[in-house]
């Protein structure tokens, strides 16, 4: 069983020390993965509803440092050798998928193919707003999107025509280490969400999921994948409880048995000393008898 880390590149984990200090020691300790989150902007009023709390509220200041995700697990890259790297998530639909295919092919090649690519089609219509993207069919965009930088990824010489994006023949180099290109992971819980895990994606990142929700919805997206056309077994599936939640061996035994593959386990850390000593406790207590389930 692999737990990954999260989070580098928010709050005081948005800090060069850190997080070369942080990937380091993750990767000693024997972590899987290691994790960047992603908003452009925050809103101190917003209407939108957060999925993840009760309240529907954001669970952390709007004055907060995010990084940009890419440069955080790129400058995470120059600092280890095998921990794997992902966004969780990208904000997609915002983005130029064509600037988004370059810079995921820059950050496989530079980290040895080492990228996971997870994917949302995001929760703050403010925030579309500000980056002057439409809120209004942001799910559509992102398949349209995630189609584009395929080709960008696979093919010597593509060309692309959609509703949302639309390019010429170009050649964009480097492509990917990996092949076809990196693992994508939707996050999502919703039931159009899990249909496009099945559909275009290749793993599923649940946040906030209990054992029981988990092992529901992998069954879900097995079946809808089955009726993709695509195979069930090939699929990857990867949770975070909660930041903070206290988990116990046991927890990862009963996502192991839900069919989770990955637990994403850690904190946003406050310092040095910190995180160092939250990594090395996480790796003791479960990293290592995880690894022998």
């Given at each position: 069983?692999?737990?990954?880390?999260?989070?580098?590149?928010?709050?005081?984990?948005?800090?060069?020390?850190?997080?070369?200090?942080?990937?380091?020691?993750?990767?000693?300790?024997?972590?899987?993965?290691?994790?960047?989150?992603?908003?452009?902007?925050?809103?101190?009023?917003?209407?939108?509803?957060?999925?993840?709390?009760?309240?529907?509220?954001?669970p952390m200041s709007t004055k907060v440092d995010i990084l940009d995700p890419f440069v955080a697990l790129t400058f995470a890259a120059a600092h280890t050798k095998t921990i794997r790297l992902g966004t969780g998530i990208c904000l997609v639909p915002e983005r130029s998928p064509v600037v988004t295919a370059k810079e995921i092919a820059s950050l496989d090649k530079l980290s040895g193919g080492r990228f996971d690519f997870g994917v949302g089609v995001g929760w703050l219509a403010e925030e579309f707003t500000a980056v002057g993207v439409p809120w209004e069919r942001r799910a559509e965009r992102t398949r349209e999107y995630l189609k584009a930088m395929k080709l960008l990824w696979t093919e010597e010489e593509p060309q692309f025509t959609g509703?949302?994006?639309?390019?010429?023949?170009?050649?964009?180099?480097?492509?990917?280490?990996?092949?076809?290109?990196?693992?994508?992971?939707?996050?999502?819980?919703?039931?159009?969400?899990?249909?496009?895990?099945?559909?275009?994606?290749?793993?599923?990142?649940?946040?906030?999921?209990?054992?029981e929700d988990a092992k529901a919805k992998i069954e879900r997206i097995r079946s809808y994948a089955q009726a993709a056309g695509r195979d069930p077994g090939k699929f990857r599936f990867m949770v975070s409880p909660g930041l903070g939640l206290p988990v116990e061996l046991d927890m990862i035994k009963r996502y192991r048995d839900a069919g989770v593959h990955q637990v994403a386990l850690g904190?946003?850390?406050?310092?040095?000393?910190?995180?160092?000593?939250?990594?090395?406790?996480?790796?003791?207590?479960?990293?290592?008898?995880?690894?022998?389930?």
């Open positions: 069983m692999q737990i990954g880390f999260f989070a580098v590149g928010i709050g005081p984990s948005a800090d060069p020390e850190i997080i070369a200090l942080t990937a380091r020691t993750a990767e000693q300790a024997g972590f899987h993965s290691l994790w960047a989150p992603e908003h452009v902007v925050l809103i101190d009023q917003y209407a939108s509803r957060y999925p993840y709390s009760q309240d529907g509220k954001l509703e949302f994006c639309s390019f010429p023949k170009v050649r964009l180099y480097p492509k990917p280490v990996q092949k076809p290109h990196p693992p994508i992971l939707f996050g999502g819980e919703s039931t159009p969400a899990l249909k496009r895990v099945a559909e275009v994606g290749d793993g599923w990142f649940g946040v906030n999921v209990t054992v904190a946003i850390p406050r310092d040095a000393k910190g995180i160092k000593g939250e990594i090395e406790r996480l790796a003791e207590k479960l990293v290592v008898p995880a690894a022998k389930l």
